[in-house]
């Protein structure tokens, strides 16, 4: 029965968590997992600063680490394993959270796992199931987030292969930025979400880019969107950015520019929820259409979908019928395992230990890791 601690800080999210794996095979036991967003730190800034990213995770990390510890009643000398992601990310923020764990494994003298963040997401649909590594069967694996859009050919745990990737933003990177042309909060995701559960999503007729191929493509969708604004009297929000976080949260319609964008809201009400659905209709068919290719194609049965963008229920929903239509198993992982959190790194580390892996604590954190 190992218990594992596992820090995740690649980006802006300080997140600790301990597990325990069981010896009947069964699931693993989440004892505590914890997560301290930094986004209103960098709000004021319009986007991610890699600096205050890494100063916040030396302030967070302490305090998640006493949290999760009281809240599992377990003392760090009784941590088998301490585990860290060490890429791919922010070099400065990965640092901090493989030193913690590499000191950690050091000073009580345990073994130090370091974990890729793409491996994390990837495994997180089968965190509840039985059987460790063996659980791990062969799927079209579909990881989608803010900074990867993916389709992985899993064979089996450690044997993995890249079948397509975005060859621009992705997914969740286009939500973010068309909410914020919008003039919707940070992240944009969960807020196009919203908007577009009562939207018409065939309203506008908005781009399925690259659907012959297994790459992904979302920056002519962003486009497509950007020039349709003007068109229906909306003056987008120009400043980008990547991955930019909203300055001001209050929603829609507030700045100097806002009062055409409002005027145009307000003169007709659906124009937004509309819009929402349409976009978050034409990400979702990319999705569907190329993960359901896959899955024929490389003749699997079960399809997996990971990453924040896989929170969105009306994806979830539609990849899962497409998977049902076509015959194949459908797996999600629950919402709090989809954005970034420590739980999934703890589980790869868990079945990573189980397979008989170790890190050793020299080994570099690499913000361009690669999954395969
Ligand atoms: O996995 P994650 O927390 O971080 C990365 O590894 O990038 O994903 C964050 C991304 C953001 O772009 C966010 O807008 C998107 O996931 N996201 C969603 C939803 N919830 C989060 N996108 C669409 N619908 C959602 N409900
Ligand atoms: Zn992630």
Redesign the pocket.
Known sequence: MKTILALET??D?TAVAILRGRDDHSGPELLASEVASQIAEHEKYGGIVPEIASRNHLLYAPRLLNRTAKASKIDLSDIDTFAATSGPGLASSLMVGASIAKGLAIGFGKPYLAIN?LEG?LLSPFFSGANGEAGIRPNVSLIV????TMLVRVHALCDYQVIGRTVDD????A??KVAKMLGLAY????E??KLARDGDPNRFNLPRSMLGSENFSFSGLKTAVRYLLPKIRVIPNESEGS?NRSVDQRGPMRDQSSCERSFAFAQDDKLLIDLCASFQQAIIDVLVTKTIAAAQKYDVDLMTVS???S???E?RRQLHEACSRNGFEFKNAEPSL???NAAMIAFAALLRLQAGFESQVTEEIDPNLVLA
């Open positions: 690649s980006c999210e963040h997401h987030s803010g900074g990867h992705a997914a969740g990177e939500f973010d992240p944009g995701g969960p196009i979400e991955r990453g924040g963008v929170c969105n229920q994806l989809c954005t970034d």
